[in-house]
């Protein structure tokens, strides 16, 4: 079956290290996304690729990098430069830019740090 | 700039009763997408439904329907028949016309909806 995968599920950082969580998507989908969500709150878009070899910063960007080497994959990196990285992230993908088309997102990497 | 409001922290409802989830949006575009996704507490994210700003119908899917009412800029989600595998949290999103420079989908906060027997 087609879908997006991340991993790992659970992610354990210490403090001033680098982690790179992984997303995986077999859909075919030219886009893909990265989405930060904190206990209680929406989702905060963080970078965005809609082609290969290119990406755009999201509304939260500061402490994060990406890549876009292939189509199936775009990993995140959480940098030591980020504060506050203890949250869920969430990839998604999507076939179309359009309003008409929803998003197709992983089961999500939870990020603590010890 | 474009928003999405959820004003219902939670809500309980009991089995088999409809409820109704609110959310209301605000955008100055005129083509625009509202989507309402639901997110048990394993974490992924599931789609429901989708209503277009050009529909002139109002969505359904199974026991989903979106209220969809444009000069109020409301994007309601009905759920009938409630069932305890409800019990989750739901949330209103929206992404306008394609743009290089601003492709996204935009969350409310949510709404934690709890089913009851």
């Known amino acids: 079956d087609g879908g997006i995968t991340q991993s790992p599920k659970y992610l354990f950082r210490k403090e001033g290290q680098n982690v790179t969580l992984s997303c995986e998507q077999n859909?075919?989908?030219?886009?893909m996304y990265w989405y930060r969500q904190d206990p209680g709150q929406g989702l905060r878009l963080i970078y965005y690729?809609?082609?290969?070899?290119?990406?755009q910063k999201g509304d939260i960007a500061e402490g994060y990098s990406v890549s876009r080497e292939k189509k199936e994959s775009f990993p995140l990196t959480v940098t030591s430069a980020q504060k506050n990285p203890t949250a869920f992230y969430l990839c998604?993908?999507?076939?179309?830019?359009?309003?008409?088309?929803?998003?197709?997102f992983g089961s999500g990497t939870r990020l603590t740090v010890v | 700039a474009q928003k999405i409001t959820q004003t219902q922290p939670g809500m309980f409802v009991q089995e088999k009763e409809a409820v109704t989830l609110d959310c209301t949006y605000d955008?100055?575009?005129?083509?625009?997408?509202l989507f309402w996704y639901k997110q048990p507490s394993s974490g992924e994210m599931i789609f429901l439904i989708y209503?277009?700003?050009?529909?002139?119908q109002n969505a359904t899917e199974g026991r989903y329907s979106l209220n969809f009412q444009k000069a109020r800029k409301s994007a309601n989600l009905v759920i009938s028949a409630s069932q305890l595998g409800d019990s989750a949290m739901y949330f209103c999103?929206?992404?306008?016309?394609?743009?290089?420079?601003?492709?996204?989908?935009?969350f409310g906060t949510g709404t934690r909806l709890q089913v009851f027997p």
């Open positions: 209503q277009g700003s050009y529909d002139e």
């Open positions: 998604a993908s999507s076939i179309d830019p359009g309003p008409n088309y929803g998003y197709t």
């Open positions: 690729s809609q082609i290969v070899n290119d990406f």
């Open positions: 859909l075919n989908h030219d886009a």
């Open positions: 955008t100055s575009d005129q083509s625009y997408g």
């Open positions: 999103a929206m992404r306008e016309g394609p743009s290089y420079n601003t492709d996204k989908l935009i």
